[in-house]
């Protein structure tokens, strides 16, 4: 598992990427209350915005963490965005992306470093 300095974690399976938001993000955030999505089958480019998630306290963006094809996306969180959270580092994963450039994911930060970063 990977982190993001924009509190995104990144679960990595072979070339494909899970993408969610950390616990402390959705504890930052509050209650959420409404996620857009992107589509399955766009081509994005690392920091495109993909997700738009509201809550009670804010607006907020979800950037691309790579280069690569959005392949899932999770609806479940769409019709029920309270599961953000409910469980943001489990079943409230966002989208799976599959990554043109694997070497992307080296930039980011292992668990004891994001742990380091936001405490």
């Known amino acids: ?15 494909i990427v899970t ?4 616990a402390h993000a959705a504890e930052q955030l509050g209650d959420v209350v409404f996620v857009e999505l992107p589509e399955a089958g766009v081509e994005v480019s690392k920091d495109d915005e993909v997700v738009v998630i509201e809550s009670v306290k804010a607006a907020s963006d979800i950037l691309a963490p790579i280069d690569g094809e959005i392949v899932e996306v999770n609806e479940a969180i769409v019709a029920d965005p309270g599961k953000v959270n409910e469980d943001p580092e489990g079943d409230a994963w966002f989208f799976k992306i599959k990554a043109a450039d694997p070497s992307q994911m080296d930039d980011y930060m292992d668990e004891a470093a994001y742990k380091d970063f936001i405490s």
């Open 1 to 15: 598992m990977k982190f993001t300095e924009e509190h995104e974690w990144l679960d990595v399976e072979g070339d």
């Open 19 to 22: 993408v969610g938001i950390t």
